[in-house]
């Protein structure tokens, strides 16, 4: 049975987390396929606000398999934690698996994170010093620990001996910082692989036979496409393909085990820390958004960028991802304003641009149309057709513009607060 994609189409944050949690009510599997703790997906129910990291967005449902894949690297201590706080608030974790092949964040990861941020100075990449950048350096280098080495004790007193000999003399020599105790990390870690020890699957073989078995199957990435390092805002990116291709690699299947490509993406643009931002707003119409949408990280809580859609950077990130059907969420933001702007080309110096280069300089600008909004509350609303005239012109607009139909709409945080606008294209996809 073909199997369905999320991926986010902007800069993150577009509400992927609430849209896997909403899709898995009807899978078996939720796989996560690359990324770390670095990101936060939220999902709002009732009164209850569940963020999750590390673990897959299906973990609400007591039915649903939960997945981390080979591509992600895993900081332990993180999952752990990140574990014992959905006991806490009564949710059965016993179906989330970690994957043999997938690699961890040691704490010179998270420090070498840091250190190097410091040390660019005033062209620092803005990370969020989760140590994910370096824990994926050394496994292209080919010394990094994967979870299965947690396994094993000899190999993994090796390979942690080996890394932090070479990261203490980074440390010394290069940042002028004090070395980490190889004796008190590698015993730290022998504790977390006790724990997790009954998790730990080779996640390959179980996802290959689920698909074999005809189960539903729904994979969920981290960050997004313009996150993407390669095909994002480079450097200002992330250090995985968070694009749809990122799913065979970062989980071991064929294309040809995937149908559905949903990308998902604001009713406008958001993005925190550095990087270019084309339709940025800088002045107090951001300031509205920020406060309305709640635009603030995750993980970081750091205040988002906030401005107009992009679809022109939509349109680049639809057509690298192969993306079938689109959701757009937090169209309720969007509310309260007499006029709402979306751009649809750039300009860069006098040559004007409609297409996504592959370098955006800090000085491109977006050209726009104007819109007339709503000025409605649409947050309660449940049918496409009690929409406000202008707000499905709006969407109209997109659709016109990416050749592409708006399967779901999202106006509000809450579980429920959607509009599926093609109700039997939905179900059959769906059921």
Request: aromatic letters at 12%; hydrophobic letters at 35%; proline letters at 4%.
């Amino acid at each position: 049975m073909p199997s369905n994609v999320i991926v986010g189409l902007q800069w993150g944050d577009e509400g992927k987390g609430k849209i896997t949690d909403l899709l898995a009510k009807k899978s078996d599997y939720v796989i996560r396929y690359q990324g770390g703790n670095n990101s936060g997906h939220s999902i709002h129910i009732k009164n209850r606000y569940f963020v999750l990291h590390l673990i897959p967005s299906g973990v609400i449902y007591p039915g649903v398999k939960c997945i981390i894949g080979p591509g992600v690297v895993v900081d332990p201590k993180s999952l752990i934690q990140e574990i014992q706080n959905l006991e806490s608030m009564g949710i059965n974790t016993s179906k989330i698996f970690l994957a043999k092949r997938a690699h961890v964040t040691m704490p010179y990861h998270c420090l070498l994170d840091q250190y190097q941020e410091e040390f660019l100075g005033d062209r620092l990449i803005g990370t969020t010093h989760k140590g994910i950048g370096p824990t994926y350096v050394d496994k292209i280098s080919r010394t990094g620990i994967r979870v299965l080495d947690l396994l094993d004790l000899k190999v993994f007193y090796k390979k942690l001996k080996y890394n932090i000999d070479v990261k203490n003399k980074i440390f010394i020599k290069i940042f002028k910082k004090k070395p980490l105790s190889f004796k008190s990390i590698y015993e730290e870690y022998i504790e977390y692989a006790k724990i997790l020890y009954d998790r730990i699957i080779d996640a390959v073989y179980e996802t290959h036979q689920a698909f074999h078995k005809k189960k539903k199957i729904l994979f969920e990435g981290a960050q997004a496409m313009l996150l993407d390092i390669d095909y994002g805002t480079y450097p200002y990116v992330t250090t995985s393909s968070t694009s749809t291709g990122g799913v065979c690699v970062g989980s071991g299947i064929p294309p040809n085990f995937l149908k559905n490509f949903i990308g998902i993406t604001k009713a406008y643009c958001t993005r925190v820390g550095f990087g270019p931002f084309p339709t940025e707003i800088k002045n107090e119409m951001s300031d509205v958004i920020r406060q309305k949408g709640n635009e603030y990280g995750a993980t970081t809580k750091r205040p988002r960028r906030c401005g107009w859609l992009d679809l022109v950077a939509l349109k680049y990130s639809c057509m690298i991802n192969g993306i079938n059907y689109l959701v757009i969420t937090k169209l309720d933001v969007l509310s309260e304003f007499d006029i709402i702007k979306i751009c649809i080309k750039y300009k860069s110096d006098d040559q004007v641009l409609q297409y996504f280069p592959a370098k955006i300089k800090q000085n491109i600008k977006g050209i726009y149309i104007d819109l007339h909004g709503w000025k409605q509350n649409i947050s309660h609303i449940h049918e496409y057709i009690d929409l406000p005239n202008n707000c499905k012109k709006y969407i109209k607009f997109i659709e016109d513009f990416l050749n592409l139909e708006i399967l779901l709409i999202s106006v509000g945080s809450e579980r429920n607060q959607n509009i599926v606008k093609n109700k039997s294209l939905f179900f059959k996809i769906f059921n």
